[in-house]
């Protein structure tokens, strides 16, 4: 969904490189200050891989260009990394400048992140160079790596073009979306809009749910340096890990959804001007997309309950005329026509997370915010462990918004792959559209989530409810009934 502007959201709240916690300079034992000051920490740590942190903060003359090195004890292996250029030689790591951050003032910082393996042990580093010159540190020790989950949530599969549990039974994802985790953090306000705290999640059980949808971004989950150190990094990932467990517990699925991403973007249907991720974006960037991805699959690869939806909603086709050059862009990325910054393209993301060991079930949306499903099996990414869905936004407003369309387009790809509507709403503050939507996906045994459990005025956007305590609105009484009579 597109947000409302965010004036709106700031109304309706009142009523994914890494950045570590700032530290002061070192001093010496004369009481100088070194010539630069590293600040080394794990963000997020699983079996057999991690998520690391360095802030570089230089107190001497200014530098032109950088570069910082420190050496791993327990063989670690740096896999990738964003906002530097990442090399490993032996045991020793080097982080140079890109083109982009070269520049380094006295005083100034710039924080780097990255994904590495380890194994038997994750000793952080403790010395650290800086261009030649030995820095002072004072390093985090690694995290432990977070408990297994312990939810009733069903362990899903891509059976042909059913979505089947452990036991091999069909399921349904049947649910919300629960906004706040996109666009919160990057507006410096907090991380969800909203409680979420085990009542809260109680009152979306009670509506007979059995998924839940969480748009992410991507700068906070990377705790890039423009957000703030308390919404963003270990802080962000630990807070959506929670909610994750929450949802679980109540035999819920969670999918995760990339939703707000990097890149600069100002052409046609263009939501915002800021090169950071404050809007949605008509794709996924290269530079910082594959790393989430592989972070947040390396994060939950070991809990098969998780759906992963690759990027909320691609609008490549707005930036061109070719309808060609639009989906050669959603599957392969790069080059786009009309997109100035370097994409990730739909077989960057799954590659990034299937290269983790992740098996969960991946959902890839189409065209046209979601809603042009017409060429997405002839441009369908490859996923060698067969666990991929097809996702589709439907809205009163969009093109493919009737039965004609949907027998056309959405039929098809039904027949070939799960399909899962992964937002579903009308501007009306009524149901008649969402009735449509679900009486056709019942139909054929598909899978649909409403749009959105927020309590914003559904004349700015369409809101279930009035009150977290699951009260809903005159549009999201027609889906809480539904549910419920699904599942007496």
Not at 132 to 152: A, H, I, L, R, Y
Not at 241 to 246: E, G, H, I, P, Q
Not at 270 to 278: E, F, K, M
Not at 443 to 465: H, V
Request: charged share 15%; net charge negative.
């Amino acid at each position: 969904m597109r947000h409302p502007p965010r004036s709106v959201l700031l109304a309706a709240a009142g009523a994914t490189a890494l950045i570590a916690s700032a530290v002061a300079p070192a001093l010496s034992a004369q009481g100088a200050t070194p010539a630069c000051t590293v600040e080394y920490s794990v963000t997020n740590q699983w079996a057999g891989g991690f998520q690391g942190s360095v802030k570089v903060t230089n107190n001497q003359a200014p530098l032109g260009s950088w570069r910082m090195s420190f050496d791993f004890a327990d063989g670690q292996k740096v896999t990738q990394g964003w906002n530097a250029a990442w090399s490993q030689s032996g045991t020793t790591v080097t982080a140079a400048n890109e083109s982009y951050d070269g520049s380094l003032g006295t005083g100034a910082s710039v924080t780097a992140g990255f994904l590495a393996d380890w194994s038997g042990g994750n000793t952080a580093p403790t010395a650290f160079t800086l261009n030649g010159t030995t820095c002072n540190v004072d390093p985090e020790p690694p995290t432990s790596p977070p408990p297994p989950t312990t939810g009733t949530a069903p362990a899903l599969h891509v059976s042909g073009t059913e979505l089947e549990d452990a036991s091999g039974a069909t399921r349904r994802l049947l649910g919300v979306n629960r906004s706040g985790g996109e666009f919160m953090c990057v507006q410096g306000r907090g991380i969800w809009d909203g409680p979420v705290d085990d009542a809260a999640i109680k009152a979306i059980a009670d509506w007979k749910t059995d998924a839940v949808r969480i748009p992410l971004n991507e700068e906070c989950w990377l705790g890039l340096s423009n957000i703030k150190p308390e919404y963003g990094g270990a802080n962000y990932i630990n807070a959506v890990k929670d909610l994750v467990a929450r949802v679980e517990a109540h035999g819920m699925t969670p999918i995760l959804d990339l939703h707000w991403t990097y890149g600069q973007y100002t052409g046609n249907s263009a939501g915002c001007s800021d090169v950071h991720a404050t809007c949605q974006k008509p794709m996924p960037d290269a530079q910082y997309s594959p790393s989430f991805w592989a972070s947040v699959a390396s994060t939950f690869k070991d809990d098969p309950a998780p759906v992963y939806d690759l990027f909320n909603e691609p609008y490549p086709d707005r930036a061109t005329t070719s309808t060609t050059d639009a989906w050669k862009c959603w599957r392969d990325g790069g080059s786009c026509p009309g997109i100035p910054y370097a994409v990730a393209g739909m077989q960057d993301l799954v590659d990034s997370i299937r290269n983790t060991g992740s098996t969960n079930v991946i959902m890839a949306g189409g065209l046209a915010y979601a809603n042009d499903l017409s060429q997405w099996t002839a441009y369908r990414p490859q996923d060698p462990v067969g666990n991929l869905a097809a996702a589709y936004h439907g809205y009163n407003f969009n093109t493919c918004a009737n039965e004609s369309c949907w027998n056309s387009t959405l039929a098809p790809v039904a027949a070939q792959v799960p399909l899962v509507a992964g937002e579903i709403g009308e501007n009306t503050c009524a149901h008649g559209f969402t009735d449509q939507v679900m009486k056709w996906f019942d139909d054929r045994n598909l899978s649909y989530l409403g749009w959105a459990w927020n309590t914003w005025d559904c004349s700015s956007g369409p809101s279930l409810i009035s009150a977290y305590d699951g009260t809903p609105t005159a549009y999201g009484i027609g889906l809480r009934d539904h549910l419920r009579a699904l599942n007496p």
